[in-house]
């Protein structure tokens, strides 16, 4: 099993910056990929950012392209997601999960962490 913990949401002001921290414990997979997804009140779940355990290729939903970066840290078994120029459509739940046997698909999921920015 895979345990993900996500931290690091809170009350921000639009134009602020706000890092997101996951950290992983349990059973890992070296060839799973990370995934920050995010859900807003009366919205879908949607992707915004995911990157390799090992080789570390990055992919971003085009709503977050040049404003947020992924990034991990193996030795910490931590995936962060920093968020700068947020916007108030970026308020939502942010969830982190990791994909298991079945490449592409994203089998363990964090609790969520809410990011609220206001205007």
């Known amino acids: 099993q895979v345990q993900l913990v996500e931290s690091g949401g809170g009350l921000v002001q639009a134009g602020g910056s706000r890092r997101l921290s996951c950290a992983a414990s349990?059973?890992?997979?070296?060839?799973?990929?990370m995934g920050w997804f995010r859900q807003a009140p009366g919205k879908e779940r949607e992707f915004v950012a995911s990157i390799h355990w090992s080789g570390g290729s990055t992919s971003y939903a085009d709503s977050v392209k040049g404003r947020f970066t992924i990034s991990r840290d193996n030795a910490k078994n931590t995936v962060y997601l920093q968020m700068s120029s947020l916007k108030p459509e970026d308020t939502a739940v942010y969830y982190c999960a990791q994909t298991g046997d079945i490449p592409g698909k994203y089998h363990y999921w964090g609790q969520g962490t809410q990011v609220t920015v206001s205007s």
């Open positions: 349990g059973r890992t997979f070296s060839s799973a990929r």
